[in-house]
């Protein structure tokens, strides 16, 4: 297996039973969610929802807890749930707004499968009250 297009070495498979090992970064993330992928059966759409996503407040450095549902038509390629797993969990540390984690996430699963389309919800839990959804979509036909 050669060098991941950031130039970087791939980060090593993910092991087939046992703890997952946290990725260093979202580059290294994205990577092990293109390279986990597995050809599509004939189905029209997949989604995912992760109950327990966190990340960090960019102004404050305080964690943000919500939830991540994907919905994507896929062509050739499906994301494996493992990998989403690892990938997501590479924004426990990042501090990001919401708009722009459905945003990220959107790009990131184009760039793994190239899907025929992608819809990502970021649902963030209320703090002050305030309750944020954002959604990024993405026609890739």
Request: aromatic residues 6%; charged residues 30%; contains cysteine.
């Amino acid at each position: 297996m050669g060098d991941s297009e950031n130039g970087l070495p791939p980060p090593p498979p993910l092991p087939e039973s046992g703890p997952l090992r946290r990725p260093k970064d979202l580059a290294e993330a994205r990577e092990v969610l293109k390279r986990e992928a597995f050809p599509a059966p004939d189905i029209q759409v997949v989604t995912m929802e992760a109950t327990e996503f966190t990340s960090l407040c960019p102004r404050t450095g305080q964690p943000d807890f919500g939830e991540v549902s994907i919905e994507y038509v896929p062509d050739e390629r499906c994301l494996e749930s493992r990998a989403l797993k690892v990938y997501l969990w590479a924004y426990r540390d990042e501090g990001a707004f919401c708009e722009t984690l459905a945003a990220q996430i959107a790009d990131d699963i184009v760039y793994a499968i190239a899907p025929k389309a992608v819809r990502v919800e970021v649902h963030q839990n209320a703090r002050g009250g305030i309750r944020i959804v954002a959604v990024a979509g993405r026609p890739t036909e």
